[in-house]
């Protein structure tokens, strides 16, 4: 039973969320006696650092005609190296983007956003996020093989070294039916959905203006910033920033609201997150409900006394 996993890198440069499949890839390799074989397009990083996490082979995709991204390229890529019956993604916007394609290219069974290692392997079942994350089914697949997307900051990058080797396949990948429009790129800072900590605001915050102080919280905690869809919409802050239903889902292990009412769209973003915190000076907002801690009162005085009190806290 051979285990692949694909390790997605941007510019070059592993993300977390690679770690976290590649250790998830090697949970699976360990129920199953085998080992994990990790698969990347074009990287620069090192090898070392999938061994770092359990990949026992590392497979570099070469290929000048995949340094556009495209969701079917890439697919056909994957499909061209993996020759195993378990292939791991992470679940970020392009790895699920493949994922499908090569599902229907291989005929295997697709399961995504699994939040932890399967519970038998014959048949493959697992835990995953249903319903906008308001739920969880254990989901089974029958296929000959089956694909899973891991769910970030769900497993875990946990580390398990092993000794590897790496092998470079060059390839020539037909990439011209798909022209991308626009396609995310890492700005260099903390990206939203691999971010463990993110401090976020609505509409409370009254003005693009007074973003500086959400954004010096964020720094001192380590934090991604995020924003409510309605922020977004009026331009006061960059679509990339918006978490809900129809924006980014994330999952972080502390999630800061600041100024948001906490309507039912924008908690099937969010309500993955395993601590959220409420700040907002009204009451009756609905996302005290959902909130595991609450403060009710004006963030434009708690928000800069807060950030001070954690300067003081880290020396």
Same mark, same amino acid.
């Given at each position: 039973?051979?285990?692949?996993?694909?390790?997605?890198?941007?510019?070059?440069?592993?993300?977390?969320?690679?770690?976290?499949?590649?250790?998830?890839?090697?949970?699976?390799?360990?129920?199953?006696?085998?080992?994990?074989?990790?698969?990347?397009?074009?990287?620069?990083?090192?090898?070392?650092?999938?061994?770092?996490?359990?990949?026992?082979?590392?497979?570099?995709?070469?290929?000048?005609?995949?340094? $556009? %991204? /495209?969701? +079917?390229?890439?697919?056909? #890529?994957?499909? !061209?190296? =993996?020759?195993?019956?378990?292939? *791991?993604?992470?679940?970020?916007?392009?790895?699920?983007?493949?994922?499908?394609?090569?599902?229907?290219?291989?005929?295997?069974?697709?399961?995504?956003?699994?939040?932890?290692?399967?519970?038998?392997?014959?048949?493959?079942?697992?835990?995953?996020? $249903? %319903? /906008?994350? +308001?739920?969880?089914?254990? #989901?089974?697949? !029958?296929? =000959?093989?089956?694909?899973?997307? *891991?769910?970030?900051?769900?497993?875990?990058?946990?580390?398990?070294?092993?000794?590897?080797?790496?092998?470079?396949?060059?390839?020539?990948?037909?990439?011209?039916?798909?022209?991308?429009?626009?396609?995310?790129?890492?700005?260099?800072?903390?990206?939203?959905?691999?971010?463990?900590?993110?401090?976020? #605001?609505?509409?409370?915050?009254?003005?693009?203006?007074?973003?500086?102080?959400?954004?010096?919280?964020?720094?001192?905690?380590?934090?991604?910033?995020?924003?409510?869809?309605?922020?977004?919409?009026?331009?006061?802050?960059?679509?990339?920033?918006?978490?809900?239903?129809?924006?980014?889902?994330?999952?972080?292990?502390?999630?800061?609201?600041?100024?948001?009412?906490? #309507?039912?769209?924008?908690?099937?973003?969010?309500?993955?997150?395993?601590?959220?915190?409420?700040?907002?000076?009204?009451?009756?907002?609905?996302?005290?409900?959902?909130?595991?801690?609450?403060?009710?009162?004006?963030?434009?005085?708690?928000?800069?006394?807060?950030?001070?009190?954690?300067?003081?806290?880290?020396?």
């Amino acid at each position: 039973m051979a285990v692949f996993v694909y390790a997605e890198n941007i510019n070059g440069v592993y993300k977390k969320a690679a770690f976290e499949a590649v250790a998830y890839a090697k949970a699976i390799a360990d129920q199953a006696g085998d080992t994990v074989t990790a698969i990347s397009v074009n990287p620069t990083d090192s090898s070392d650092l999938l061994y770092k996490y359990g990949a026992s082979n590392v497979i570099n995709i070469k290929d000048e005609g995949l340094k $556009s %991204f /495209s969701a +079917k390229a890439y697919a056909q #890529a994957v499909s !061209e190296v =993996a020759n195993g019956n378990i292939i *791991v993604f992470p679940h970020t916007t392009d790895a699920s983007s493949i994922a499908p394609m090569l599902a229907i290219m291989n005929g295997y069974s697709l399961i995504t956003n699994a939040i932890a290692a399967p519970e038998s392997l014959s048949p493959f079942q697992v835990k995953r996020r $249903s %319903f /906008s994350g +308001k739920g969880f089914m254990h #989901a089974k697949a !029958e296929g =000959a093989g089956v694909i899973v997307t *891991v769910s970030q900051n769900a497993f875990g990058a946990k580390e398990n070294a092993v000794s590897g080797s790496e092998e470079v396949k060059n390839l020539s990948v037909a990439n011209e039916d798909t022209k991308v429009i626009s396609h995310e790129q890492s700005s260099g800072k903390l990206d939203l959905k691999e971010a463990e900590v993110v401090v976020s #605001a609505g509409r409370g915050m009254k003005g693009p203006e007074n973003w500086g102080m959400i954004e010096d919280l964020a720094n001192v905690l380590g934090a991604a910033t995020a924003c409510s869809k309605p922020v977004s919409d009026i331009g006061w802050r960059p679509h990339t920033e918006h978490v809900g239903q129809t924006g980014k889902a994330i999952s972080p292990n502390l999630y800061v609201a600041v100024g948001i009412s906490g #309507a039912i769209q924008h908690l099937a973003g969010v309500n993955s997150s395993k601590t959220i915190v409420v700040i907002n000076s009204d009451p009756e907002a609905p996302f005290f409900k959902s909130a595991d801690y609450g403060v009710v009162g004006d963030a434009f005085q708690i928000i800069p006394a807060l950030t001070e009190k954690i300067k003081a806290l880290k020396g």
